[in-house]
Antibody, heavy 117, light 113 residues
Framework: QVQLVESGGGVVQPGGSLRLSCAAS????????MHWVRQAPGKGLEWVAF?????????FYADSVKGRFTISRDNSRNTLHLQMNSLRPEDTAVYYC?????????WGQGTLVTVST | DVVMTQSPLSLPVTLGQPASISCRSS???????????LNWFQQRPGQSPRRLIY???NRDSGVPDRFSGSGSGTDFTLKISRVEAEDVGVYYC??????????FGQGTRVEIK
């Protein structure tokens, strides 16, 4: 079955950077688009970024992260990444890796990012 | 961007009784290909979200048949025919027709009375 394991979260100061990773298994990673979705503590779900499958040059971002975050993928390693720069306190959230096999479907367990002094 | 509005935001229900959650979109979710990409997700306490319903009314594998989705255009509903204790959590609607961005409703918290 689909397994998505996120890593790379932690505590970072405002203005700092973090790189999240998502190890995917149980499906043919290279042929599906992938998303990052986040959830601030006690809040709802917010879509962050999407990357197409083969044409990884097709990437889309929420306005709130555009210019600061970069989504990428390594199909040879079945891995999804999110490079987060210029982090702000409002970026504090659990970040989920999500498949797009038939729309937004399977979710990982999430990794917590805390931006604080 | 398409705004998704859910109601109610909090739903106390009695075990064994039905429950209904409404989701409205700021524009029609009918795609040019005729499909309507409206989905429902369940998030139990301490867990990741899980998709229950896709394209308005299709249940995902393993989802109990007490869950059903309906609607069209801009108005959609998730119904639970008889609420069980394991149904406690937050339910989100989400549209994937007009992207980017993909947009979620605010969430509806279902609790047992």
């Amino acid at each position: 079955q689909v397994q998505l394991v996120e890593s790379g979260g932690g505590v970072v100061q405002p203005g700092g950077s973090l790189r999240l990773s998502c190890a995917a298994s149980g499906f043919i990673f290279s042929i599906y688009g992938m998303h990052w979705v986040r959830q601030a503590p006690g809040k709802g779900l917010e879509w962050v970024a999407f990357i197409h499958s083969y044409e990884a040059s097709d990437r889309f971002y929420a306005d709130s992260v555009k210019g600061r975050f970069t989504i990428s993928r390594d199909n040879s390693r079945n891995t999804l990444h999110l490079q987060m720069n210029s982090l702000r306190p409002e970026d504090t959230a659990v970040y989920y890796c999500v498949t797009n096999q038939d729309g937004i479907d399977d979710w990982g367990q999430g990794t917590l990012v805390t931006v604080s002094t | 961007d398409v705004v998704m509005t859910q109601s109610p935001l909090s739903l106390p229900v009695t075990l064994g009784q039905p429950a209904s959650i409404s989701c409205r979109s700021s524009q029609s979710l009918v795609h040019s290909d005729g499909n309507t990409d409206l989905n429902w997700f369940q998030q139990r306490p301490g867990q990741s979200p899980r998709r229950l319903i896709y394209k308005v009314s299709n249940r995902d594998s393993g989802v109990p048949d007490r869950f059903s989705g309906s609607g069209s255009g801009t108005d959609f509903t998730l119904k639970i025919s008889r609420v069980e204790a394991e149904d406690v959590g937050v339910y989100y609607c989400m549209q994937g027709t007009h992207w980017p961005p993909w947009t979620f409703g605010q969430g509806t918290r279902v609790e047992i009375k």
